[in-house]
T-cell receptor, first 115, second 113 residues
Framework: DARVTQTPRHKVTEMGQEVTMRCQPILGHNTVFWYRQTMMQGLELLAY????????DSGMPKDRFSAEMPDATLATLKIQPSEPRDSAVYFCASGPHWAGDYGYTFGSGTRLTVV | SQQGEEDPQALSIQEGENATMNCSYKTSINNLQWYRQNSGRGLVHLILIRSNEREKHSGRLRVTLDTSKKSSSLLITASRAADTASYFCATDPKETSGSRLTFGEGTQLTVNP
């Protein structure tokens, strides 16, 4: 089965350090999402791309977060500098054009702990 | 803020029983989707229902949608211990230019053997 691959699976870092999370969407999928999941806030949409162009990143704190798709096989989410409140599980999801008809495929997530 | 709200927050049943989870949302939608999440894992897409559909089936899953009440329900029949997971509804709002899924807070389902 095709899958969305996220790396790393776990990351522990000190406050103030830069964190980069990577996502390899399923080949042929042109829509990519980044979500953050915490117990308090649930699943929050951070950003999403179509054909590598950012369509919406209004859910992302712009001062420290950035999301890019340098090519169709890689999406990145960067936090600089990281803070303890960024501790969460970050999910990437991808889907084909008009995946709204079929649903999206999620990766296994990156569990980030900022100490 | 979350678009969808699931009810109940937690549900515990015996194997073989049916489980019903409800979802309410606020704005007009293109479609509504249900996802499952096992502990420590990513979300898995279960079923999608379009705004012009009222009911949909997939195996032991049955989803209904009432756009006049802005609500949906997910029924799992003949539940199994392996169905233990969190279930989320997600809406694709009409006002956005693309598919921009917004998730509810989820229902934690426990199926006891």
């Amino acid at each position: 089965d095709a899958r969305v691959t996220q790396t790393p699976r776990h990351k522990v870092t000190e406050m103030g350090q830069e964190v980069t999370m990577r996502c390899q969407p399923i080949l042929g999928h042109n829509t990519v999402f980044w979500y953050r999941q915490t117990m308090m806030q649930g699943l929050e949409l951070l950003a999403y791309f179509r054909n590598r162009a950012p369509l919406d990143d209004s859910g992302m704190p712009k001062d420290r977060f950035s999301a890019e798709m340098p090519d169709a096989t890689l999406a990145t989410l960067k936090i600089q500098p990281s803070e303890p409140r960024d501790s969460a599980v970050y999910f990437c999801a991808s889907g084909p054009h008009w995946a709204g008809d079929y649903g999206y495929t999620f990766g296994s997530g990156t569990r980030l702990t900022v100490v | 803020s979350q678009q969808g709200e699931e009810d109940p927050q937690a549900l515990s049943i015996q194997e073989g029983e049916n489980a019903t989870m409800n979802c309410s949302y606020k704005t007009s939608i293109n479609n509504l989707q249900w996802y499952r999440q096992n502990s420590g894992r990513g979300l898995v897409h279960l079923i999608l229902i379009r705004s012009n559909e009222r009911e949909k089936h997939s195996g032991r899953l049955r989803v209904t949608l009432d756009t006049s009440k802005k609500s949906s329900s997910l029924l799992i029949t003949a539940s199994r211990a392996a169905d233990t997971a969190s279930y989320f509804c997600a809406t694709d709002p009409k006002e956005t230019s693309g598919s921009r899924l917004t998730f509810g807070e989820g229902t934690q389902l426990t199926v006891n053997p």
